[in-house]
């Protein structure tokens, strides 16, 4: 792929130059001569992966993405399955294809969106949000299971976990999606999730129903794309906000809340107005996880976009008193 860009860039030159011949001789500018490093964002330049997120198991991140297949820009998503990739180092990434597909539940039309995989007992949960067939119209939330982190996954109650009919919050049938899970040290375990309205909900220590109500949350200029960390006794909600996609946060001393609006965490990413965020610490570094639509045109095929995303990841940073340092996104991410 660097050797691709650096042959796109070339002729490109030449092209604005008006020469007719590359001169071998010359110094040629290139993408990487402007950086004082190797270009390591986007993650993958072979297949279009948005709405990372990442599990740290043992000495091993797995990196779940969907998978935008859409044949260019102007099309809405087009995403059937769920891609994982692993690393021990966040720069080196083995492809291990799909986990599975949005029609492996059987009650789904399709629309393989936003997921988060969690491991409890050995046992590994996969949530995601798929369009739920006509008897339940609207986006709903799924559950998988596997005894690997790199599947296969099988639904694991046969139905949805949530459907759009179970919250009133807006008129939209997309208001139940992107699904963040948080384990507390205690076991207790909580499902964020929407659009436009964030909610939340108890699971079962079975992890596959709810307990309890689904409740409410009151976050400035929420979209999508929860995801909830703890960093010693601070939780953190970070989200998409506004349209085009920032990503935000709130801090708290309590799952529960009340969750203190901190501002902005990253701007707009490149080429796509919307963004989706995985927060994690591998082995003592702290990682802001995200799509962009940073990917170029390849072999005269529609570039990188709204509806072809790629995954990229730059280090996050933390102040004194906990608060978050603004990402500064990157094109080298990170480095070995
Ligand atoms: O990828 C489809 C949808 O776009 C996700 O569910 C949202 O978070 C946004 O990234």
């Known amino acids: 792929m660097r050797h691709l860009s650096l ?12 020469e007719s011949e590359v001169n071998a001789s010359a110094p040629s500018p290139s993408p990487a001569s402007t950086l004082a490093q190797e270009p390591n964002n986007p993650l993958f330049t072979d297949v279009f992966t948005a709405d990372p997120a990442a599990l740290v198991h043992g000495d091993t991140v797995y990196l779940y993405t969907g998978h935008d297949e859409a044949p260019n820009n102007d099309v809405f998503f087009q995403m059937h399955d769920w891609l994982v990739f692993s690393s021990t180092d966040m720069v080196n990434w083995e492809a291990h294809g799909p986990i599975m597909k949005a029609t492996d539940f059987a009650w789904a039309k399709g629309d393989a969106w936003a997921a988060h995989m969690v491991e409890k007992d ?3 949960y996969f949530y995601t949000t798929v369009r739920h067939k006509d008897d339940k119209p609207g986006f709903a939330i799924g559950v998988a299971t596997s005894d690997s982190p790199t599947g296969p996954f099988k639904d694991a109650i ?8 179970m919250t009133k919050h807006t008129p939209n049938d997309w208001d139940d999606i992107d699904p963040a899970i948080f384990i507390e ?17 108890k699971l079962k220590d079975n992890m596959i129903e ?5 409740k409410a949350l009151d976050l400035p200029n929420y979209t999508e794309a929860s995801w909830v960390h703890k960093k010693g006794d601070n ?9 085009p996609e920032k990503i935000c946060y709130a801090m708290s001393k ?16 490149g080429n796509t107005e919307t963004n989706h965020q995985s927060i994690i610490e591998f082995k003592g570094r702290d990682y802001f996880i995200y799509h962009t639509g940073a990917v170029p045109p390849i072999d005269g095929k529609p570039s990188g976009g709204r509806f072809r995303r790629s995954v990229a990841i730059d280090p996050l940073y933390y102040n004194e008193d906990g608060t978050l340092k603004r990402v500064v996104m990157t094109t080298e991410g990170i480095q070995p």
């Open 7 to 18: 042959a796109l860039a070339i002729v490109a030159l030449t092209a604005c130059s008006g």
């Open 122 to 124: 050995g046992t590994f």
């Open 158 to 165: 046969g139905k949805a976990l949530v459907t759009d009919d």
């Open 185 to 201: 040290e205690n076991g207790d375990t909580y499902m964020f999730f929407g659009n436009l309205v964030p909610k939340y909900v």
């Open 210 to 214: 709810l307990d309890g109500e689904i």
């Open 235 to 243: 939780y953190y909600l970070s989200y998409a906000c506004e349209f």
């Open 254 to 269: 309590s799952i529960h809340g009340p969750w203190e609006y901190k501002g902005i965490l990253n701007e707009i990413a």
